[in-house]
């Protein structure tokens, strides 16, 4: 008696975790678009702080401290508002604040947008996240920061030197591959009990 209520709920067990793993969005044109709005949400919650700062001192000098000090808290909250699965986060391959700095994957991906020089985003599959790279072109208010360190104005020359001393990213040209924002979007799989 026993065994045979033993086999039928050993059966209902073994469906119940048998779980099947429901593919992850595979359309990568959708994950692209989302992964480029993201990134956009990120460039429009930065450059105000930026643009404000160069409209009260343009030699960048005052700007490269609000950039310094509010680029990064700027992105940890602006993450705080995409959806639980998704992150944005800037880097280059000649970057300024070593908390940038890119991992294999993205050294790859930017190599290859040098190279191209095809600015569209570009997006990568990872094992358990897809990654897309939006890529930023150095314009003309990014050259007081970012362009030919001999003549950059004195004061904001020295401030990347005291906060940044081992500073790559300066000596770009308008136009130049400046860096990318990445944003990463973790795969998703629901379980489903049959
Ligand atoms: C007022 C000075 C200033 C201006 C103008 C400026 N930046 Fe920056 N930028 C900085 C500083 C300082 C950092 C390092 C701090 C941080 O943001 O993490 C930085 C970092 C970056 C990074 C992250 C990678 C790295 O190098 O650490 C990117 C990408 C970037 N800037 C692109 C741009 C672009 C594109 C523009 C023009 C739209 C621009 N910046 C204008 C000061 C500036």
């Given at each position: 008696?026993?065994?045979?209520?033993?086999?039928?709920?050993?059966?209902?067990?073994?469906?119940?975790?048998?779980?099947?793993?429901?593919?992850?969005?595979?359309?990568?044109?959708?994950?692209?678009?989302?992964?480029?709005?993201?990134?956009?949400?990120?460039?429009?919650?930065i450059k105000p702080v930026l643009m404000e700062s160069l409209k009260s001192d343009p030699t960048g000098a005052s700007g490269m401290m609000a950039c310094a000090n509010a680029a990064?808290?700027l992105?940890?909250?602006?993450?705080?508002?995409?959806?639980?699965?998704?992150?944005?986060?800037?880097?280059?391959?000649?970057?300024?604040?070593?908390?940038?700095?890119?991992?294999?994957?993205?050294?790859?991906?930017?190599?290859?947008?040098?190279?191209?020089?095809?600015?569209?985003?570009?997006?990568?599959?990872?094992?358990?996240?897809?990654?897309?790279?939006?890529?930023?072109?150095?314009?003309q208010p990014c050259m007081v920061c970012?362009?030919?360190?001999?003549?950059m104005n004195q004061q904001t020359?020295e401030k990347i030197?005291?906060?940044?001393?081992?500073?790559?990213?300066?000596?770009?040209?308008?136009?130049?591959?400046?860096?990318?924002?990445?944003?990463?979007?973790?795969?998703?799989?629901?379980?489903?009990?049959?």
């Amino acid at each position: 008696m026993k065994k045979i209520m033993i086999l039928p709920i050993a059966l209902m067990l073994g469906a119940c975790t048998q779980t099947t793993a429901i593919a992850p969005e595979k359309n990568l044109k959708n994950i692209e678009a989302k992964g480029v709005s993201y990134a956009d949400g990120l460039v429009s919650a930065i450059k105000p702080v930026l643009m404000e700062s160069l409209k009260s001192d343009p030699t960048g000098a005052s700007g490269m401290m609000a950039c310094a000090n509010a680029a990064m808290p700027l992105t940890d909250e602006y993450n705080k508002q995409l959806p639980s699965n998704a992150k944005v986060r800037r880097t280059a391959i000649k970057y300024r604040n070593p908390a940038n700095k890119p991992d294999s994957k993205d050294t790859e991906v930017m190599n290859n947008i040098m190279a191209s020089k095809n600015f569209a985003p570009v997006v990568v599959e990872m094992n358990d996240s897809y990654r897309v790279y939006k890529p930023l072109p150095m314009a003309q208010p990014c050259m007081v920061c970012h362009g030919d360190l001999k003549t950059m104005n004195q004061q904001t020359k020295e401030k990347i030197k005291e906060h940044y001393p081992r500073d790559l990213a300066n000596g770009f040209k308008l136009g130049d591959f400046r860096g990318v924002v990445v944003t990463e979007i973790k795969k998703i799989s629901y379980l489903r009990l049959r």
